[in-house]
């Protein structure tokens, strides 16, 4: 009788003590490992070596130092021998197994970004002129260069008044910076002009100075707040199906054992999970488990901060150097738990510190709340500011609430210029309430009954006076993709109220018609209808026309090509006509080359084809264009480090025009752009019949070199071998059978752009 739980099958002629030495292969909880252990039997019990054991996950722990150890001494495990299929299948309870992990915390391959040397004129120039007004010009510039260091950037806006006041015309700066990162540190390094970092509850400010700040927009393939997690176990080998609100997400194949699960796509909100286990005999076992999700929170261990220093900036937009005092601004938020994210905050100033804790964590799956406390002191003044928040999103419903409350001296760095003036805009409000809330009921039969939503704003002053703005509103697709929206406006303690209703009529991908009503809080209203034709992404003519019973008319053009955008168009109120005309675009300087194309916002690819033209290039399998005459294509809208696929189709070009590489991965950094090189060549080729002295193609399988290159081939069908790479002048070796050698020797026209055919090529 044996000890413990193991269990014997059949050894054939196995003698009473004799050891008998045995390969096996071993096999977990009827999962075949594919791992063939030396296996000793022995007066009925199994020896394995541990080595063997533990890199199959069977558990050690308190059996000592036993080498090859007796199966019978590890608690709880079950042995059978298999003589037919020489397997020894090995039981355990599926949680003594090792876990196993199913994670996937990118949404897509990680790619470092790129950026070429180069310089982008961004340009917006637009011109108005009024009837019996002002006639004038601006212009919107952006300089930027850019290398591997990082991104130089400047811009403003240029006026011109020709009549009327002249009252600002010049040149107005906004912003002049220096930004590089450190894309693997997940850190940017911002010098010159910059707002500083804001949570919440507290306010961003304009500075001049210097900012390093954690930026998880450098790598958009990670998801840096937490993700619902699953876990189970699995008796045997199993596969593993994820469905999020009744939608496949996922199939994993299981090992026996304990099992996490954390591959849940991008998602937020609440919302049901069903994991499904389905065993090697089909059998299913289904669990539903509810979940919330929120970008608020941070996953454990991650942190997120902003440190900004220099001088605030004093009237942006009207003063282009005017900086006043020296101050610092800084925040932090840690994944304390994937359910609890601490935050801080600190401003320092002359006279002023302030500093604010808050938190935000997870009500499991019933929502997010926010806290918060700051407390600010400056000259003559100091208060606090208490904050709470919640919010719950599901497919049916949402809402939203925030609450701020402010002792009448609470100062911060946005107001510290005005503490000395008696202005209103010295002082925050001492107070305000928000509430937003979204209803989708579904269908009442065939019957959608759309979305309501419903908001209340409330804003509170040092001086008494409060301001309270009530919204409702609804929304319906009514057939065919025209939709209904509905909305009243009140501000409580005034006369009246504000109302629209529209249609919205799309007749195709591109046109829509727009017809509603309006009404004013003193009781007048307004019919307005409007069709509008927007221009096709790949370039072309859309237009805008406007009519309202108030008397406002609106007619206008937009012309879009790959090199820029026109628009024009006049709108004329109780009888007074405006024209206006605006061209936009961009100027870029790359690979020695200047390019002009629209409007470069963020970030640009340059395809280059190296010098062969009319080559179509695609992204991501869809057509982007065809290179120029000098093998280039310009692409102006690239997300900044979001890693994208181009591809370049030879199908087009002559036979002999080869590649390397046809489709290459690139990620570009914000603000900048990058060369991409596509190695495209013209070779001279040829396939080549050889044939003996008695004209009989050579045996295949000969091997043949070409003596100029060394480049080697081997003869196929009839004869025929192929080279590429070749000269004028060209000279073949072959290895015949029985070690003997012949040669051949041809010419070429190298400037033939297809592929020769040469032969039947006696080989002496």
């Avoid at 096999?27 to 009925?44: E, F």
């Avoid at 004013?520 to 209203?525: A, V």
């Avoid at 370039?539 to 628009?567: E, K, M, P, V």
């Avoid at 071998?721 to 290895?735: G, I, K, S, T």
Wanted: aromatic share 10%; hydrophobic share 35%.
């Amino acid at each position: 009788m044996l000890s413990g739980s193991l269990v014997l099958g059949a050894l054939a002629a196995e003698p009473d003590d004799a050891p008998l030495e045995l390969f096996l292969e071993l096999v977990v909880n009827q999962l075949p490992t594919g791992r063939v252990a030396a296996v000793t039997a022995r007066a009925g019990r199994y020896f394995v070596g541990r080595d063997d054991l533990q890199a199959v996950g069977i558990p050690l722990g308190g059996t000592g130092d036993q080498d090859p150890l007796a199966l019978d001494v590890i608690p709880g495990l079950q042995v059978r021998y298999e003589a037919s299929t020489q397997r020894l299948d090995l039981q355990l309870a599926s949680g003594r197994l090792p876990p196993q992990e199913l994670s996937n915390r990118r949404l897509h391959e990680y790619l470092p970004a790129r950026s070429s040397v180069g310089a982008l004129f961004n340009y917006d120039l637009y011109y108005t002129r009024a009837q019996q007004g002002p006639e004038s010009a601006s212009a919107y510039l952006e300089q930027r260069v850019f290398n591997a260091a990082g991104v130089f950037s400047t811009n403003g806006t240029y006026r011109q008044h020709f009549s009327g006041d002249t009252y600002g015309d010049g040149f107005i700066r906004y912003d002049t910076q220096w930004r590089t990162d450190d894309q693997d540190g997940l850190v940017s390094y911002t010098v010159g002009d910059l707002v500083t970092g804001a949570l919440t509850w507290n306010t961003s400010v304009r500075m001049g100075g210097v900012q390093i700040a954690r930026d998880f927009g450098l790598r958009p393939d990670l998801i840096t707040y937490p993700l619902p997690r699953f876990t189970g176990e699995a008796a045997v080998p199993s596969t593993l199906d994820l469905f999020i609100n009744n939608a496949q997400i996922s199939s994993d194949d299981l090992r026996p054992g304990p099992f996490t699960l954390n591959n849940v796509p991008f998602i937020s909100g609440a919302g049901t999970a069903t994991l499904v286990t389905t065993d090697a005999l089909g059998r299913r076992v289904s669990t539903n488990v509810p979940f919330y999700v929120t970008d608020r929170l941070l996953q454990e261990g991650l942190f997120d901060y902003s440190l900004s220093v220099g001088k605030l900036r004093r009237g942006y937009g009207v003063d282009n150097f005017d900086y006043g005092d020296a101050a610092s601004s800084g925040t932090l938020r840690y994944g304390l738990s994937d359910a609890l994210t601490l935050e801080g905050h600190l401003e320092v100033g002359p006279s002023l510190t302030l500093a604010g804790v808050g938190t935000t964590f997870a009500l499991g799956r019933w929502g997010v709340l926010g806290t918060s406390i700051s407390q600010g002191d400056a000259p003559g003044r100091g208060g606090h500011q208490v904050s709470l928040g919640y919010s719950y999103y599901s497919s049916r419903f949402g809402v939203a609430l925030q609450h701020i409350e402010r002792s009448a001296g609470y100062t911060d760095l946005s107001v510290l210029d005005a503490l000395d003036s008696r202005e209103d805009d010295s002082y925050l409000p001492t107070g305000s309430d928000q509430l937003t809330f979204s209803y989708s009921p579904g269908e009442l039969g065939e019957v959608n009954l759309g979305t309501v939503g419903l908001g209340y704003f409330e804003t509170r002053t040092h001086q008494g006076p409060r301001t309270r703005l009530v919204n409702l509103s609804w929304s319906k697709n009514l057939f065919s993709q025209v939709s209904l929206y509905l909305s009243v406006n009140r501000v409580l303690g005034d006369q009246g109220y504000a109302a629209q209703a529209q249609v919205v009529v799309p007749f195709d991908l591109y046109s829509t018609v727009n017809v509603g009503v309006e009404r004013t809080p003193r009781g007048r209203l307004s019919e307005r209808v409007s069709y509008s034709r927007s221009v096709p992404s790949e370039g072309g003519l859309g237009w805008n026309l406007g009519y309202t019973s108030s008397g406002y008319r609106q007619a206008d053009l937009t012309w879009r090509s790959r090199h820029l955008q026109l628009q024009g168009g006049v709108y004329s109120d109780e009888g007074r006509a405006t024209h206006w005309g605006e061209a936009s675009g961009s100027l870029v300087w790359m690979d020695g080359s200047l390019f002009a194309s629209n409007r470069i916002d963020d970030a640009f690819v340059l395809v280059d084809t190296a010098g062969f033209g009319n080559v179509p290039v695609r992204f991501e399998h869809q057509a982007l264009g065809s290179t120029d005459a000098d093998g280039h294509l310009l692409v102006p809208w690239v997300p900044s480090y979001y890693r994208g696929q181009y591809e370049v189709d030879l199908i087009d070009l002559p036979d002999n025009v080869r590649s390397d590489e046809l489709a290459q991965f690139i990620a570009v950094r914000q603000g900048s752009g990058a060369l991409l090189k596509f190695p495209l060549q013209a070779i001279t080729a040829a396939s080549i019949v050889l044939v003996d002295s008695r004209n009989q193609p050579l045996p295949r399988g000969t091997r043949v070199v070409e003596r100029g290159s060394q480049q080697s081939a081997f003869v196929g069908w009839d004869g025929l071998v192929y080279f590429e790479r070749l000269q004028a002048r060209n000279q073949l070796e072959a290895e015949l059978p029985g070690g003997r050698h012949c040669a051949a020797a041809f010419d070429l026209d190298t400037r033939s752009d297809q592929i020769a055919l040469v032969g039947p090529l006696v080989c002496r």
